[in-house]
């Protein structure tokens, strides 16, 4: 079955840069989607369609891709980033959703 | 604004079925766009369980697909999921969510609140 692959965590300084990743051999032919999910909360899309930022996301979140590798990027990253980063996006018949593992975000 | 709401029992016994309603306000399910299911075990990542067209035609992730059943209910504007012969690895938050589908896109736009669902006797 199709897999999203995403480091479990990362660590980063207040105010510095975050980069997470997503690996999946169908992401040159399909969007990847960007979910930040804080504790209790629903997951929030915080990027679609692999760089676009939706209406009310704050301009540090980015997202570019890149072959097999998607990348959510946060500049100047703030306390309130601290979060779980998922990755989504279609297997190949575009019909399926798969989830990349997730990844723990941490604000030093 | 588009809402969802899920409903249904917080706890099942293990063998049996767990049935859910996902109640959709401020959009018309006949109007178009997917209508899905995911869930999310305690402490664990989010998984896509399966979703329906206001046609009735549905798509199940196939590591749940003989044991999974949505329907939709235009007169109610609702949705439902059924997920047969439980056990204790079904239990977690399970959402509802409307979906963008079709030209490589794939995503869920509004989300359900979450229910938790818990396994046991």
């Known amino acids: 079955s199709y897999e999203l692959t995403q480091p479990p965590s990362v660590s980063v300084s207040l105010g510095q840069m975050a980069r997470i990743t997503c690996s999946g051999e169908?992401?040159?032919?399909?969007?990847a989607y960007w979910y930040q999910q804080k504790p209790g909360q629903f997951p929030v899309l915080v990027i679609y369609k692999d760089s676009e930022r939706p209406s009310g996301i704050p301009e540090r979140f980015s997202g570019s891709s890149s072959g097999t590798i998607v990348t959510l990027t946060i500049s100047g990253v703030q306390a309130e980033d601290e979060a779980d980063y998922y990755c989504l996006s279609a297997d190949s018949s575009g019909t399926i959703g798969v989830f990349g593992g997730g990844t723990k975000l941490t604000v030093l | 604004q588009v809402q969802l709401q899920e409903s249904g029992p917080g706890l099942v016994k293990p063998s049996e079925t767990l049935s859910l309603t996902c109640a959709v306000s401020g959009y018309s399910i006949s109007s178009g766009y997917y209508w899905g299911w995911i869930r999310q075990p305690p402490g664990k990542g989010l998984e896509w369980i399966g979703s329906i067209y206001h046609s009735g035609s549905t798509y199940y992730n196939p590591s749940l697909k003989s044991r999974v059943t949505i329907s939709v209910d235009t007169s109610k504007n609702q949705f439902s999921l059924k997920l047969s012969s439980v056990t204790a690895a079904d239990t977690a938050v399970y959402y509802c969510?409307?979906?963008?589908?079709?030209?490589?896109?794939?995503?869920?736009?509004?989300w359900g609140q979450g229910t938790l669902v818990t396994v046991s006797s």
């Open positions: 969510a409307r979906v963008s589908m079709g030209f490589g896109e794939l995503s869920p736009d509004y």
């Open positions: 169908a992401l040159p032919k399909k969007y």
